[in-house]
């Protein structure tokens, strides 16, 4: 055999090798490892300002668009949202405050003047007519406190099944599928607690910053036995907003302006 | 006011709407506002006559610096109605809104409107502002504004005290005529029996003169939110203080004078989870009142301290019908002895992938089991357009419990335009 034959089967073999053990280390990922990589591709803050639209739209294609605010704040693994509609003029200044990840809802209707509360248990009720139910707003599928297994991995993703063991939400299960080029979620199905699927959000386009962190920019959701579905446009975020201590209050939610 | 004149004044109206309407369309305002032209038309069935009302309101806000914020609105209304005014024009809430004018203190100064107590209707804890003078289940009631000041301190994330102090009362408006009528039916036959005949009514009013003020602690516990009230002031309907007879040759005339009882109201509100129903959101007012001792001809109208209560609860079901019902002890325009059980329900889903929205609403007497009833129809006909249909019937005689709602039996039509 000559020298470069040799080589070449040395070269060969070697690059085999590393193209099997590459495969075969991606293969080994654990589900909490995907979560962590998920995590690490996603711009850590305390807290974040959204604008956005979101186009609501029935069965036969008639549509809705609003426009909304929406701050954000992640502290003690406990999401608190404070959201409001802009527009149009029939919902503008309605605004929604979730505290504790969804334990404590509020919801101000500049007509009525005063904060409502909503039960925790009402929680799965659609907020506004959106397909979003209070506590889809306040939820973290990443969560510490969620089962999760890797139930099957394709060539571009890994389905990981989520189960909300010891919580207290109106799902029993969510299926989410993580792009595996990006890690990043691309998908989650809502199972309610009599085990049907009932909902599925998409991310549809994502922005990959400079630091290779990825932010989604549009967000469907479709329930599925209605086929109604919210789109929801991603306009502009800001993150580590200098925002005062008492901001997601029920003082701030009366506010004029946010 | 005769027809004819109500019909010019009702044009003049229209063409001072469209022009508002082109004025506000100009990108000249600084100020951020929001407009809504309402028109609401009535057939009632107990005297077969059409009311028609179109209202004009303009809300607006402008921050004059960090946090303050000057906020209010307009109304113009004309109507036919019987016993209303015309025309309406005014702000009903005008105020200077200061946010953290000290550390962790929010003023509101002005015209406004301070709605105490968690329940969605009849709150008895809810009594700075009057309502219009009508009893209605066909709309939520607006509040009409009163000049003071709301002064809420936030001791902290979960804590707050409010203060809210009114110089003077700001009394439910009932028209004089609607009350003269009312009291001459009232009081008529019993003169005419004794062969004296009354031709007309004088009032004149009694005003209070304290001031009216009153506090609030609110918390917020984990699962529900709690209240603790105190209201010192007066009741906003009038109540008669004297009755004197004037003989006239020309006719007999019947002079009334009225004034409005002081009465101290301790409150209790909550609203929060529904122990033992899933996805219910329980809502309480209970309220002791205390009034100051009434008397007129010699029967004591208002002697003893008494209850009032609304306890309700709100539900959405799983086939989307929200449902809002309770217990009522003692309605609005029911005081002292008179206060007497009901239950009330309302119930509506919005058709899904449509724009109609079905609705019922009902109040239900305990005492005498008569009945107020809506059925209604919201059809949204655009993002900023809603047209509403109801028909309000009664169940019960003239003088049961809620034979007071039977002038109200008729047909509603309002259609409201947002921009």
């Known amino acids: ?258 | 006011m005769p027809e004819k004149n109500k019909n010019v004044c009702f044009i003049g109206v229209l063409l001072l709407l469209i022009l508002l309407l082109i004025i506000f369309s100009q990108p000249i305002w600084a100020m951020d506002t929001t407009q809504k032209i309402i028109y609401n038309s009535s057939y009632s069935l107990d005297n077969q006559k059409i009311d028609h009302t179109v209202t004009f309101k303009i809300d607006y806000l402008q921050e004059i610096i960090n946090d303050i914020y000057l906020q209010g609105d307009l109304i113009i209304r004309a109507t036919n109605k019987n016993y209303a005014d015309p025309l309406i024009m005014g702000p009903n809430e005008l105020y200077l809104n200061a946010y953290n004018i000290i550390e962790n203190l929010d003023l509101r100064a002005g015209i406004i409107v301070t709605r105490w107590g968690a329940a969605d209707f009849f709150s008895p804890l809810d009594n700075f502002n009057p309502s219009p003078p009508n009893l209605s289940l066909t709309s939520n009631t607006e509040k009409l504004g009163a000049m003071g000041i709301n002064a809420t301190y936030y001791l902290n994330d979960s804590t707050n005290l409010q203060a809210v102090l009114l110089p003077a009362l700001k009394a439910t408006p009932f028209p004089d005529q609607y009350l003269k009528d009312t009291y001459l039916a009232q009081y008529g036959p019993f003169y005419q029996k004794q062969g004296i005949t009354i031709s007309g009514v004088e009032l004149s009013y009694q005003q209070p003169e304290e001031l009216i003020w009153g506090l609030e602690l609110n918390h917020t516990f984990p699962s529900f939110d709690i209240g603790l009230s105190y209201y010192h002031g007066y009741y906003t309907d009038p109540f008669p203080v004297n009755l004197d007879i004037a003989f006239n040759p020309a006719g007999n005339i019947m002079d009334l004078t009225l004034g409005y009882p002081a009465k101290q109201v301790w409150g209790l509100e909550f609203q929060g989870d529904f122990p033992g129903i899933e996805g219910a959101t329980l809502r309480g007012d209970l309220a002791y009142i205390i009034p100051e001792k009434w008397s007129f001809q010699g029967v004591n109208i208002l002697e003893k301290p008494y209850l009032k209560a609304v306890v309700s609860a709100d539900y959405t079901t799983p086939s989307d019908i929200y449902l809002n019902g309770g217990f009522i002890y003692g309605l609005p325009f029911e005081n002292q002895g008179q206060c007497s059980p009901y239950l009330y329900l309302h119930a509506d889903k919005k058709l899904t992938n449509s724009n109609f929205t079905p609705q019922y609403t009902c109040v239900l007497s305990l005492k005498d089991m008569s009945m107020g009833n809506v059925l209604g129809l919201d059809y949204q006909i655009s993002e900023n357009v809603l047209a509403s249909f109801s028909y309000v019937f009664v169940l019960g005689d003239t003088d049961s419990r809620l034979g007071i709602l039977k002038p109200s039996e008729g047909f509603y039509f309002s259609l409201e335009w947002l921009f």
């Open chain 1, 1 to 258: 055999m000559s020298y470069v034959k040799r080589f070449s089967t040395f070269l060969f073999l070697s690059l085999l090798i590393l193209f099997l053990s590459s495969s075969a280390i991606a293969e080994q990922l654990t589900v909490d490892e995907i979560i962590d990589k998920m995590k690490e591709n996603q711009v850590e803050y305390v807290n974040s300002k959204t604008q956005a639209e979101m186009e609501i739209i029935d069965k036969n294609g008639k549509s809705e668009s609003r426009e909304m605010i929406m701050y954000q704040k992640e502290e003690d693994d406990k999401i608190s949202i404070l959201m409001r509609f802009l527009s149009p003029k029939n919902v503008e200044g309605v605004t929604l405050l979730s505290s504790e990840s969804g334990d404590k809802i509020y919801l101000y209707m500049p007509a009525y003047q005063k904060p409502r509360r909503i039960a925790g248990s009402s929680k799965k009720d659609s907020f506004m007519g959106t397909d979003f139910s209070y506590e889809d707003l306040g939820m973290d599928y990443q969560s510490d406190e969620y089962l999760k297994e890797l139930k099957e991995e394709t060539e571009t993703q890994f389905l990981i099944e989520v189960l909300p063991v010891g919580e207290d939400i109106s799902y029993s299960k969510f299926m989410l599928s993580v792009r595996k080029e990006l890690f990043y979620m691309e998908k989650v199905e809502f199972y309610n607690l009599e085990g049907q699927h009932t909902k599925t959000l998409e991310i549809q386009e994502i922005e990959i910053d400079k630091n290779n962190k990825i932010t989604p920019v549009k967000i469907e959701i479709t329930d599925v036995e209605n086929n109604h579905k919210t789109i929801l446009n991603i306009k502009n975020i800001e993150y580590e907003l200098s925002l005062p201590a008492d901001f997601f209050s029920l003082r701030t939610m009366q506010k004029p302006k946010l």
